[in-house]
């Protein structure tokens, strides 16, 4: 199994550019999660969705951070415009119900926002 | 709201044994989940308790006391490759959504 794969690795881009990140779950799961994670904060939840529905979003920061999954074996996590403190590595996991208490994570995603 | 709370720095001898504390106060509690991290990597799942006891896996170990909103990883026979951060997770729902702790970083010495 390839396991969760994230793209790209990392990302360095300037304030007020649009950034997309990329995340393909492993194939039959079929929740998925992304997560942010600082040094300030820890490991933050910020979405999460269920058969490709977003279940609960009340993690995402502000109306710059938007999360879409079209279908089972793809989601984007997208923000617009980017700002410095939205620096921070992002790491999406998925599960399914055969084993809800094991959660898979991707390598992540490094973004820095000059 | 929910808090979890564990330390932030434990240092321990190779070969020995560490014990990392987790105490939660969540406002549903369905299990706690434990997780390592290695510099630079991606959390990996370690261990899950739903019911109290003990869970053994290998020279792992976790604990949960519900009464006592507690819970532990025990970590035997420390390696260097041990050295890492640990983190508990919350499952507070029947949804699948986890959690977490601050994390605890690990430093095992020779």
């Known amino acids: 199994d390839a396991g969760v794969i994230q793209s790209p690795r990392h990302e360095v881009t300037e304030m007020g550019q649009e950034v997309t990140l990329r995340c393909k779950p492993i194939s039959g799961h079929n929740s998925l999660f992304w997560y942010r994670q600082t040094m300030m904060r820890g490991l933050e939840l910020l979405i999460y969705f269920n058969n490709n529905v977003p279940i609960d979003d009340s993690g995402m920061p502000e109306d710059r951070f938007s999360a879409k999954m079209p279908n089972a074996s793809f989601s984007t996590l997208k923000i617009q415009p980017s700002e410095p403190r939205d620096s921070a590595v992002y790491f999406c996991?998925?599960?399914?119900?055969?084993?809800?208490?094991?959660?898979?994570f991707g390598p992540g995603t490094r973004l820095t926002v000059l | 709201g929910q808090s979890l709370e564990q330390p932030s720095e434990v240092t321990a001898v190779e070969g020995a044994i560490v014990q990392i504390n987790c105490t939660y106060q969540t406002s549903g509690f369905y299990g706690l989940s434990w997780y390592q991290q290695h510099d630079g990597g991606a959390p990996t799942f370690l261990s899950y308790n739903a019911l109290d006891g003990l869970e053994e896996t290998g020279r792992f170990s976790s604990f949960l006391s519900r009464s006592d909103s507690y819970g532990y990883l025990l970590l035997q026979e420390l390696q260097m490759k041990d050295s890492a951060s640990y983190f508990c997770a919350v499952r507070e729902n029947s949804g699948y959504a986890l959690n977490f702790g601050k994390g605890t970083s690990l430093l095992v010495t020779p």
């Open positions: 996991a998925s599960t399914n119900l055969l084993s809800t208490d094991t959660q898979y």
